[in-house]
């Protein structure tokens, strides 16, 4: 049976260059990079390269990549971090209804620790309102978190003007930028972001590797104490070759950005205005206009999404309910219910998630299925 994934916000292969990079080198380097012998050089030499690489790709400087296990450790890190520290009397933290968890926990989470959480609201694109972000980001606040690219929708939030009120009033600003790292550019010199996340899982690097971005200035406390690697800010020993390999997958996608975008974005709207033409009462969850170029979630209404997805499954097909870590859960998504959907309506949507590796023929064939598949509910 032919294999189609349409996952790829859950995670993604390995890129072909990267799987080819670590084949070789895993037989060859195993050095703990703190070590001064020559295996330990070995080791701290794919380690600074990979800093220096991401550094650059992101417009940052080597001295701010904190280099960790993923997105939720680095998004746990910023915030926790910032908060443990308590460098200000600011008590105000501010985030959207529509984080991943990793967000949403780690607020509620300082929240319990007597800061005040409050959330920004969205409409029912799942879209920021920038005055309302105006008047909520205050003298009192210590951290705003508003991510780069929703998982579930694509959404792409306003990035740039936040930072901007954030700076205004002397708040932190971070950005979980897991969505968003290799699918767009990233220019941090011309940005007033302070923290940053992103993991190498989620654009065709291995997984169980991410990174911190920590402006410079800003001071945190670890998550994570013991040895002195990552600047004493994340002990322990680095996974060196698999952090070089998310910055070579991060290199690879950048790459060839543009082009790679125009093509996803054509493959995606090419399965998406096929499902609504076998589907008109389908509609799309989410903002049409800004949004990643690989994401669609569609609303199925009177169709059990989870129904849906078994039957692609059955015949090959990998798509997506919500969030990774959501999948197997039959709770309606946090997402969609904060854009006033229904839980009903929620559990009828379903999410698709393209890449480059796509092709017009698997939309076609995933159209075909889901054609068979609506037939059976009509
Ligand atoms: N933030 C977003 C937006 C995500 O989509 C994910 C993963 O699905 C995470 C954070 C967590 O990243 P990781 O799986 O690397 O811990």
């Keep these: 049976m032919e294999r189609i994934y349409f996952d790829h916000n859950a995670t993604t292969f390995l890129h072909p260059q990267v799987r080819l990079f670590l084949k070789e080198a895993e037989e060859k380097y195993f050095g703990n990079s703190s070590s001064i012998h020559w295996a330990g050089r070995e080791a701290r030499s794919f380690l600074n390269r990979a800093r220096e690489k991401i550094a650059s790709l992101l417009g940052a400087k080597e001295s701010e990549i904190l280099f960790n296990s993923g997105g939720s450790e680095s998004i746990n890190t910023a915030l926790r971090g910032v908060a443990a520290l308590r ?16 967000v949403l926990k780690t607020c509620e989470f300082l929240k319990s620790q007597g800061f005040a959480l409050e959330f920004f609201s969205v409409d029912s694109q799942g879209r920021l309102d920038l ?52 699918k767009v550019p ?37 998550l994570l104490w013991g040895g002195a690697q990552e600047k004493s800010l994340r002990a322990g020993t680095q996974d060196t070759l698999r952090i070089y390999g998310m910055a070579l997958a991060l290199e690879e996608c950048l ?4 082009e790679d975008s125009q ?31 690989n ?15 078994m039957n692609l499954d059955l015949r090959g097909i990998a798509a997506s309910a919500g969030s990774a870590c959501e999948s197997g859960s039959i709770d309606p998504s946090h997402v969609l219910l904060a854009l006033g959907r229904s839980a009903q309506e929620a559990k009828s949507s379903v999410r698709f998630s393209l890449s480059k590796w796509n092709t017009t023929q698997e939309v076609e064939r995933t159209l075909e299925v889901l054609s068979e598949i609506l037939k059976e509910y009509a």
């Design 263 to 293: 093509k996803v974005n054509s493959l995606r709207n090419q399965l998406e205005k096929g499902i609504l033409d076998l589907s008109p009462s389908a509609k799309i969850n989410g903002d049409r206009e800004r949004r990643l170029p």
């Design 186 to 222: 990233i220019d941090l010199q011309g940005l007033s972001l302070d923290l940053l996340s992103f993991s190498g899982h989620k654009f065709h690097g291995p997984k169980g590797v991410g990174a911190l971005y920590v402006r410079e200035g800003i001071s945190i406390s670890p």
């Design 295 to 309: 994401t669609t979630n569609l609303l199925f209404p009177g169709i059990d999404g989870e129904t849906l997805l």
């Design 87 to 102: 460098a200000s009397n600011r008590r105000k933290i501010l985030t959207t209804p529509i984080e991943h968890p990793a």
């Design 255 to 258: 790459r060839t950005l543009s």
């Design 131 to 182: 005055h309302e972000a105006r008047q909520k980001i205050d003298s009192e606040t210590l951290l705003v978190s508003v991510m780069w690219a929703n998982n579930e929708l694509g959404n792409l939030n306003p990035i740039e003007q936040i930072g901007a009120l954030c700076q205004a009033q002397g708040a932190l600003f971070h950005c979980d930028a897991v969505q968003a790292a290799g």
